[in-house]
Structure formats: structure tokens, C-alpha cells
């Protein structure tokens, strides 16, 4: 592999392959490779099993600008929680997004964090980061984090702190401003929210207390975001 972020000279004799006027016998043309660089995303943290909400998982990617050896990616990456070194799993299938998972993240009584530390100089990358992931106490159930995801159709995906209860009604207890007629698939800790088109510009998305967890219990607070 030609190293990335480096400027190249290629020097081509096109008249030791055939019969052609002598100024176009050689020529010279030059190129750059992309400059490498990485780039963090968390997805969440969800649980094993629902029986059992203490042990979750943080699921995540670490994107890459340019082809990067694997061995090289999982040494950028480490996770911590309570100061103890966390497993982590790859899997190298999506080109140059990585993904991973934290294993055995601890959900407990008080609330704590997970921090991720990810350094690039295995990948010839001049950053070292941090980004700190909190994991809420049991009984705090509550949304965590809202995104819009735009392919393969558009949606606004809503994750809780829980798993959620697969069957429940949510007309009214999940809103955006100006938008009817929405629908909603329930996945896991995920609400995704379909809009009947395709929505530009800001809206403001209202999750209202009563959504359930998988056990029956009624989220307390809303959010609005």
C-alpha cells in the first residue's frame, strides 16, 4: 500500500511501448494519496439480555480517512470504566469504518462512565482524545440521545437508557413540531419515528413521560430536543 498523505512522481516511457512522436515518448505526472485521519461515533450502550440490566454493551466506530491496517485501528482504541480496562471486539467488514464493542459494561446503582481514549499515532495521526460515555443508574430511565439518519430513508432515532417495551402505543407521547401522521418501530432502546416526507431545517422532537421500559415501568420526565 502507498503511504498515505505522501506525494508521488510517476514517470511513464510510453516509447518503450510503441512508435510514438518523440515528444510524447515520456511523461511525468504527479499525485497525492489522502492525508490519513480518524474520526469517533458512539451508538449506545445497550443491554445483553433484558433480564438483566446491569450488563451492557457500548457499541461505536472509529472511521478512517484512508485504508488502514486493522491491527493498527484496535491499537488507537481503548476503553475504561471505574479506572479498569475494558474488552473490546472489532469487526473490519465496512471498509473504512470499524466497529466495535465495549463488552461488559457495568450498569449499577449510582451512575458512572465509560471513557474512551483513542490515540492516533499507530496510524500516523497526530491526535489523542478522549470522549467520556455516561452510563445512567439502574431506575433512571430516560432518553440518552436523539439523531436523524438520512439513508436508506430518513428517520429521527430516539435511545433510552432501557430497553423498551415492544408493543405500546406512542401516538401522543412522541412528537415533532409541525409534523402529523407519524409513525414509529420500536427496536430494543431505539424509537425510530418515520415522517410521512422527507423534513429540512430545525424541528424540535417532544418525548413525553409514559413511554415503557420492557419491565412496564413509565419513563418519568419527558425531553425535548
Excluded: C
Excluded at 50 to 66: F, I, M, P, W
Excluded at 133 to 152: N, Q, R, W, Y
Amino acid at each position: 500500500l502507498l503511504q498515505s498523505g505522501t506525494e508521488y512522481t510517476v514517470n511513464f516511457d510510453l516509447g518503450a511501448l510503441d512508435n510514438v512522436p518523440e515528444n510524447f515518448e515520456k511523461f511525468s505526472f504527479q499525485f497525492k494519496t489522502i492525508a490519513q485521519d480518524l474520526d469517533l461515533y458512539v451508538d449506545g450502550l445497550t443491554t445483553y439480555e433484558y433480564t438483566n440490566l446491569k450488563d451492557q454493551k457500548l457499541s461505536g466506530r472509529l472511521v478512517t480517512a484512508d485504508i488502514a491496517d486493522s491491527t493498527q485501528v484496535e491499537k488507537s482504541l481503548a476503553a475504561f470504566q471505574d479506572g479498569a480496562q475494558l474488552s473490546i471486539i472489532w469487526n473490519h467488514d465496512y471498509g473504512n469504518t470499524h466497529r466495535f464493542i465495549v463488552e461488559h459494561v457495568t450498569r449499577g446503582k449510582k451512575a458512572s462512565e465509560v471513557k474512551l481514549v483513542y490515540n492516533g499515532t499507530p496510524l500516523g495521526v497526530d491526535r489523542n482524545q478522549e470522549e467520556v460515555v455516561p452510563v445512567h443508574a439502574l431506575g433512571d430511565f430516560k432518553v440518552t440521545h436523539m439523531s436523524v439518519v438520512h439513508e436508506p430513508e430518513q428517520m429521527i432515532l430516539i435511545h433510552f437508557s432501557d430497553p423498551l417495551k415492544k408493543v405500546q402505543d406512542l401516538d401522543g407521547l412522541v412528537k415533532i413540531d409541525n409534523v402529523s401522521n407519524l409513525t414509529f418501530e420500536v427496536s430494543d432502546h431505539d424509537i425510530k419515528v418515520f415522517t410521512p416526507y422527507r423534513l429540512s431545517g430545525t424541528r424540535t422532537v417532544h418525548v413525553s413521560p409514559g413511554i415503557k421500559n420492557v419491565s412496564g415501568y413509565k419513563m418519568l420526565n419527558g425531553d425535548d430536543r
